[in-house]
C-alpha cells in the first residue's frame, strides 16, 4: 500500500486539482461571458420638443417618419406617456435621477440640481455596462461628472457670438445662442458650428455611428440627444419644398391668444410670435418643423441601419421618445410651459428582444420611469432613491396599468392631475382651475371645472392631486 503514498500520486491530484481549478474558471468565465451577451445593449433615441402627434404611424397623414413608423410597428408604443415637468432640464434631470422635480431639486433652477443622487448610467456602468452621451447635454455638471463613460459630440452651452444669428423665417434667434460642440474636459469647437444648425441632426447621428461601430466585450447605453424640433427652425438639407405651408392646417385647438396668463405668458417660447397668433404664421411655423422632424427621422434611420449592419439588431433595445411636446399655436400658446396634451404627452417607442410587437398601450406612465425600466433590461439593482416604476410587464403584455393617474407640474405655476378619462388644471398664481373630459373631448376645448354637474369630480380630483403633492413635498403644498 505504501507504493500509493509517494510523491508520485501527490503530484498526479496536484495536476488533477489544477486542471479541475482551470475548467472551473473557464466555465466560470464563459457564464459570465453567456450573461453578458444575454443583456441587451440600449440605444436610446430623444428628441427635443417633438409633439406626439407627429408620427405618421401614430394617425398624422401628412407629416414624413418611415423610420419612427417602422419603431412603431416593431415594438410597443405609450401613448400616454408623459413628461411631468414640460422643461427641457427639468424633464431630463427627471429621467437621469428617475426623481420627480422636488426630489432632484431642479424644480425652480437647473443649477440646484441635486448631484447627490445614484444617476442612471452609474447604476448601468456598474453593472457592467459603457454608457455613451451623444448630442445636447441641458443639465448639471457633465456627463462624464454625471456617470457616463464617455461623450462624443457633446452639443452645451459655449460663447454667445457677436452677430445675431436668424431663423428659416428671419426671426433673431433667441434658442440655443452661443452653443457649440465640445469635448468632456470643456474644449470648444466652434468649427463645426455655432448654435443650432440646419444639418445638426446628421452630425449627432454620424457620432452615434461612430460609437456603435465600436468593438466592446461589455453591452452598451448609447443616450443620443438631438436638438430637434425645438427652434430655431431652421430649413433641412433637401426638405425645403416638402412642406407647403399653403396646405398645412393648424391644429385642431388653435387659438389666437391663451384665455389667461398660464404662468410663462411673457417667456421666450412666448414670444416667438406676436400676440393674437395668425393662422399663417402658425402653417408657415408648422411646415418648418414638420420637415425637421423629417430630417431627423432620416438620421434615426442611419442609426438603425448601422445596428442591422454591425450586427447588433436582435441583442439591442432601441427606445425613442422626446422630453415634452409642444404648442406651436394649440390653445393660443408656442411653448411647452403648459398642461395641455399636445405638451405633457410625448412620443414613446420601444423596439427590441422581449418586446411586444405592433402593440400600442394606454398606460399612463412618466419619463422617468426609464430609469427602473433600463434596470430591468440591464438586469441591473434600482437605487431606493427611485420615484418612478418599471414598464417591463407594459412590455410583454403582463399588465395594462402603471399607475392610476398622473401628476403634472410647472414651477409655482401650473399643477396637474389626469386621470384615464379626467384632467384637472390648478393655476395658483392666477386662482383658476380647469376640468376637462378627454374622452368626449381630446382638444381640450370645453372647461366643465366650474358647471355643477362635475362638482364631484372637480372635488375628487382636487383632494388625490393635493394628497400626491404632499407627499412629494411640493413647496406649495407644505
Given at each position: 500500500?505504501?507504493?500509493f503514498?509517494g ?83 427639468a ?50 455638471g ?68 461612430e ?24 430649413t ?84 425613442y ?8 399655436g ?27 410587437r ?19 433590461f ?79 369630480i ?21
Amino acid at each position: 500500500m505504501s507504493q500509493f503514498n509517494g510523491p508520485g500520486i501527490k503530484s498526479v491530484i496536484s495536476r488533477l486539482l489544477s486542471l479541475f481549478l482551470f475548467f472551473a474558471f473557464v466555465a466560470g468565465m464563459r457564464s459570465v461571458q453567456a450573461e453578458e451577451e444575454a443583456r441587451p445593449n440600449i440605444l436610446f433615441l430623444f428628441a427635443d420638443d417633438q409633439r406626439p402627434d407627429t408620427i405618421g404611424a401614430l394617425g398624422n397623414p401628412v407629416i414624413q417618419t418611415p423610420n419612427l413608423d417602422r419603431l412603431v410597428k416593431q415594438g410597443t408604443c405609450m401613448t400616454r406617456a408623459s413628461c411631468a415637468y414640460p422643461i427641457c432640464f427639468a424633464s431630463r434631470t427627471e429621467i437621469l435621477t428617475g426623481c420627480t422635480g422636488f426630489r432632484n431639486k431642479v424644480f425652480l433652477s437647473n443649477r440646484d440640481a441635486d448631484l447627490s443622487l445614484p444617476t442612471l448610467p452609474a447604476v448601468l456602468n456598474k453593472a457592467g455596462y459603457r454608457s455613451y452621451w451623444v448630442g445636447k447635454w441641458h443639465m448639471a455638471g457633465h456627463p462624464v461628472s454625471r456617470g457616463f463613460t464617455e461623450s462624443l459630440g457633446l452639443f452645451a452651452a459655449g460663447k454667445r457670438p457677436k452677430e445675431p444669428q436668424f431663423d428659416s423665417r428671419g426671426r433673431i434667434v433667441t434658442g440655443y445662442v452661443g452653443w457649440m460642440f465640445q469635448t468632456d474636459d470643456g474644449k470648444l469647437m466652434p468649427e463645426l458650428g455655432v448654435g443650432l444648425t440646419p444639418n445638426i441632426s446628421h452630425r449627432f447621428a454620424d457620432y452615434a455611428i461612430e460609437l456603435l461601430k465600436r468593438k466592446s466585450d461589455k453591452p452598451f447605453f448609447l443616450y443620443v440627444n438631438f436638438t430637434a424640433p425645438h427652434d430655431p427652425l431652421l430649413t433641412p438639407p433637401n426638405w425645403g419644398d416638402v412642406y407647403d405651408w399653403h396646405r398645412m392646417k393648424v391644429p385642431e385647438n388653435f387659438l389666437p391668444r391663451h384665455p389667461f396668463d398660464h404662468g410663462n405668458f411673457y417667456g421666450r417660447d412666448e414670444k416667438l410670435l406676436p400676440w393674437p397668433r395668425t393662422k399663417e404664421d402658425i402653417k408657415k411655423d408648422l411646415a418648418t418643423y414638420y420637415a425637421v422632424i423629417s430630417h431627423l427621422d432620416e438620421q434615426v434611420g442611419r442609426i438603425l441601419d448601422t445596428l442591422e449592419e454591425t450586427g447588433q439588431a436582435e441583442n439591442t433595445i432601441v427606445v425613442y421618445s422626446s422630453d415634452h411636446g409642444l404648442a406651436l399655436g394649440s390653445h393660443g400658446l408656442m411653448g411647452k410651459q403648459n398642461m395641455y396634451e399636445h405638451t405633457i404627452n410625448v412620443p414613446l417607442i420601444f423596439r427590441g428582444p422581449g418586446i411586444l410587437r405592433g402593440k400600442k398601450s394606454g398606460a399612463q406612465c412618466y419619463l422617468r420611469d426609464l430609469f427602473p425600466t433600463f434596470c430591468d433590461f440591464a438586469q441591473a439593482p434600482k437605487p431606493e432613491s427611485l420615484q418612478s416604476r418599471s414598464l417591463l410587464k407594459i412590455l410583454k403584455g403582463q399588465t395594462d396599468e402603471v399607475y392610476p393617474f398622473i401628476v403634472g407640474y410647472f414651477k409655482h405655476a401650473q399643477r396637474m392631475i389626469r386621470t384615464d378619462r379626467w384632467k384637472l388644471i390648478q393655476y395658483p398664481q392666477v386662482k383658476k382651475t380647469q376640468l376637462f373630459d378627454l374622452k368626449n373631448d381630446p382638444y381640450e376645448l370645453v372647461n366643465l371645472a366650474d358647471e355643477p354637474d362635475y362638482s364631484p369630480i372637480k372635488q375628487k380630483l382636487n383632494r388625490q392631486l393635493t394628497t400626491w403633492l404632499r407627499e412629494h413635498q411640493d413647496p406649495l403644498q407644505q
